[in-house]
């Protein structure tokens, strides 16, 4: 069971062990997904580091009211989770998606928070990539997703090789869905409901890339070859920070980290490794 920790705005964080010895690594997850989703890339860094995984609010087993899912609220739920396990040194990060502009956001509000970082195509855009004009398609998908299926093996069937989850690794799509899904009568239905994945889209933090430049950590930026916005812009992230440093998975989606965790952990080790054991 998850420990649960109080956060801002009458949210409760569950907290996910995932094991290991060594410095204490935080893993924050993409939107839509829970931190469970990052077992097998934690598993291959046991010998290296103590990982732990929260799920956000709005997401995976955590307790969220009925509300917006604002950015901001998402680094309250980091610093939170690192509050209440005490850690005395600033610790490493790793973030997907989301989990990226997380960390980020979070070492921003907090200088001195994370020693460094490893991050998978955060979601942080310039000024001349975004837009607020229109309906945000991201949004407007996640509000038709099916949540009900009658099993766990339906959905894996329905998720193993198709859309997004196309080349996601076996394991990894199988600890997205159990983890994700809980029992209910006559099936299983989404943890993460569409409506608060749809809010956590539309929460985006738009102002982060202009503090880009405060964030003065060395933070590994992954951006992958598939040609979407978060990939296109992760050059620029990672240019903006003073100590960036961009990683190019040309082979790889969006999904990176649940498609090739073993390129994942390695690189992880190389970027965060100094220091442990």
Known sequence: MPEMIESTDGVSVALHDLGGSGPPLLFLHATGFHGRCYIQIAE??????????????????????????PWRGMADDALAVIDRLGFDEPIRACGHSMGGATVLATEHRRPGTIAAAWLFEPIVF??????????NPLAVGARRRRHDFASIDEVLERYTGRGPFA?????????????????????????????NEARTFEGLDLDLFAHLPEITIPVTIVGSGDGMPPAVVAPEVAGALPAGTFSSWPDRSHFGPMEDPDRAAAEILDALSGGAS
């Open 44 to 69: 291959r860094l046991h010998d290296h580091f103590h990982v732990w995984a929260p799920d956000l609010r709005g997401h995976g087993d955590s307790v969220t009211p009925d509300m917006a899912l």
């Open 126 to 135: 310039p000024a001349e990539h975004r837009t607020t004009t229109r309906e």
């Open 167 to 195: 080349d996601v690794d076996p394991a990894a799509l199988r600890d997205y869905v159990v983890h994700g899904f809980r029992p209910e009568a006559g099936g299983v239905t989404l943890k993460t409901t569409g409506e």
